[in-house]
């Protein structure tokens, strides 16, 4: 007997004949079987991918998990420019804008130009939002930062320039070699050695034979040279910038010419004893913005002989380079 076929008795003839449905009853038994196949498959579906879940599923949770690992090396390495800018931070605000007389960063400009509310509105909604957010936040940190370490660094670039030309413009060295001793000092004088009137002696003589080598003490540029009008003879005068002049008076040669610039070191002449002088010495002043200073405070007395000519040759030397 055929497997699916349904017979009966047929007692007239007492043999088994095939019963046949109607078609539309088959269709239906037919229907029937497929929506319960259908609906047994999906049941069967959902319970496997909620145990076991999707190849495709798998693939994006690992997927996600590798991003993962690679945010949290991405974000380490965050940390590590985070640390290092902040160590430049102190750097620049302990070291050198203290040295060059620069005032500080303000904390606030620092950190602006991150954060807000609103900033990461596109990240939200998403599972790993807080997550995503967070390295966002770092990343433009990490910019704003960086965009101020530069412009100050840029800043202390510009000023160390400026700072290195105002040194060398310092008149700073002493004018004549240092073995020979101080004269008189700035100081009150109640009788002047030649006038014999009580006066003031705004300079610093150096009692040194006639002839001996005048260098000039800092960068600068020559805006008198020649005979002076006020007592000092054969005399040079040097505009050092920044509001300072250097005077040296009594020479018995001059080097130099009005609107020469010099270098610290340069020859500008002889000593001598022209004008009024009791004896052969160099007289030298120190002006800043028309005040008189004191000359020794602007030079060191202290170091040995050949320390000075050594530092007189290797000036002597940078200006030739130049």
Known sequence: MARNRKYELDLSDLQYKQVRLPWKKTFLQFLLWASVSIILAVIYGSV??????SPKEKLLIQQVENLKLQY???????????????????SDDSRYRPILDMDSVPDS???AGYGGVLRYRDLTGYANSDFLISYRSKVDEIKNMANVQYESFKSVSERSLEWEREMNHQPIICPVEVKFPLGDGFRFREVHPVLGIPRMHYGQDFPVPPGTKVHATGDGKVIESGRSSGGFGNCVVIDHGYGLQSTYGHLSKISVNVGMNLKRGDLIGLSGSTGISSGPHLHYQIDKFGQHMNPINFF???????E?????????SKSKLR
Do not use: K, P, W
């Not at 496997?48 to 879940?53: A, D, P, S, V, Y």
């Not at 060191?300 to 050949?306: A, F, M």
């Not at 000075?308 to 002597?316: D, F, G």
């Open 48 to 53: 496997f991918e909620n145990t076991f879940g």
């Open 72 to 90: 949290s090396l991405v974000g380490r390495e965050l940390d590590n420019s985070l640390n290092s800018l902040n160590s430049f931070r102190r």
């Open 109 to 111: 400009y620092r950190r």
């Open 300 to 306: 060191n007395n202290d170091i040995s002989v050949e």
């Open 308 to 316: 000075y000519n050594e530092m007189i040759q290797t000036l002597a």
